[in-house]
């Protein structure tokens, strides 16, 4: 995995979450601003809703009014600009409505990570925002990236092969991504993502890894796609270049709290915590992104 130097005084890509906040740093706002750190960016942030979760669970979350989602969305790009820009948790129709018309107006490719639950099982999409993201947020998408839990709530299909993996992403594309990441690493045997536009397939496949510290993997995933887009990468390079990256921060997860701890953001970074760093992320036996959120 290679991050491209930058000048000394230069100004990075400018890259923006949208989503809500994680309040033990491992997912969320939190994750994403790493990400970007970490790949080469400068991240800017709309926060969407305010959680308290820990490695056990979300203990609380309260969304924020659609006014203050929308003057921190005009703030930025009206005067910083941005050059991509990630959605995260939306948790209302109001909300995905106003995103979604925002990033129509905004010229910059989109990152959906279409959130719906927390790793520990929690809800952060109410059931009646779900019509809001097939109509109008996943149209505006550059890329989307649901698991397979999203994918059987947006599509009603449940996936049980590589097969299943197409016919997920032909229903998702026909909400109008231009495309689309099918995480499948809940399948059994070798873990698999699909990357598709419904012409070009890109099968990305890794042996399993066990370290069940994976909190914040598709939050991650998701940061690291569009800060390639912001760099200007092609779609399919970013999508691999992120998969690179989000196995060696899996790999190197570590213990938080009581339950289930982050993965390691930095892992790529001079740390002597980093134990496979000048490695190939993708031969180390890791498990497939789609295999934790």
């Excluded at 491209?4 to 939190?30: K, N």
């Excluded at 018309?101 to 990570?113: M, Q, R, W, Y």
């Excluded at 109509?135 to 698991?147: E, G």
């Excluded at 982050?262 to 134990?275: I, K, N, Y």
Aim: proline share 5%; net charge negative; with cysteine.
């Amino acid at each position: 995995m290679t991050v491209p130097p930058r000048t000394a005084g230069a100004v990075p890509p400018r890259v923006l979450t949208v989503a809500g906040s994680d309040s033990g740093g491992g997912a969320g706002i939190q994750a994403d601003l790493k990400t970007m750190l970490a790949l080469g960016a400068h991240g800017m942030s709309v926060l969407t809703a305010v959680t308290a979760q820990n490695s056990l669970g979300v203990q609380g979350a309260w969304e924020l009014p659609v006014e203050a989602v929308r003057t921190q969305y005009r703030s930025v790009v009206d005067d910083i600009g941005v050059q991509a820009v990630k959605t995260g948790m939306l948790s209302s129709p109001a909300l995905v409505e106003t995103v979604a018309e925002l990033l129509a107006g905004t010229d910059a490719p989109v990152v959906v990570d279409p959130v719906s639950v927390s790793k520990h099982g929690d809800p952060l999409l109410a059931e009646d925002a779900l019509d809001a993201v097939r109509t109008k947020l996943l149209p505006v998408a550059t890329v989307a990236t649901p698991n397979l839990d999203e994918v059987a709530q947006l599509t009603g299909l449940t996936v049980t092969d590589d097969a299943g993996l197409r016919q997920a992403a032909a229903r998702m594309l026909a909400y109008g991504p231009r495309w689309v990441v099918v995480k499948g690493g809940h399948l059994p045997g070798a873990a698999v993502d699909l990357l598709t536009d419904g012409t070009e397939e890109h099968w990305l496949r890794a042996r399993r890894h066990d370290n069940r510290h994976t909190h914040g993997t598709g939050c991650t995933l998701a940061s690291a796609i569009a800060v390639g887009l912001a760099q200007g990468l092609s779609v399919p390079d970013a999508v691999h270049r992120a998969k690179d990256y989000v196995t060696g921060a899996i790999a190197n997860g570590f213990a938080l709290g009581s339950g289930i701890g982050p993965v390691d953001h930095g892992w790529h970074l001079p740390a002597d915590r980093a134990t496979i760093v000048g490695e190939d992320a993708s031969a180390v036996g890791v498990r497939s992104v789609g295999a934790h959120l």
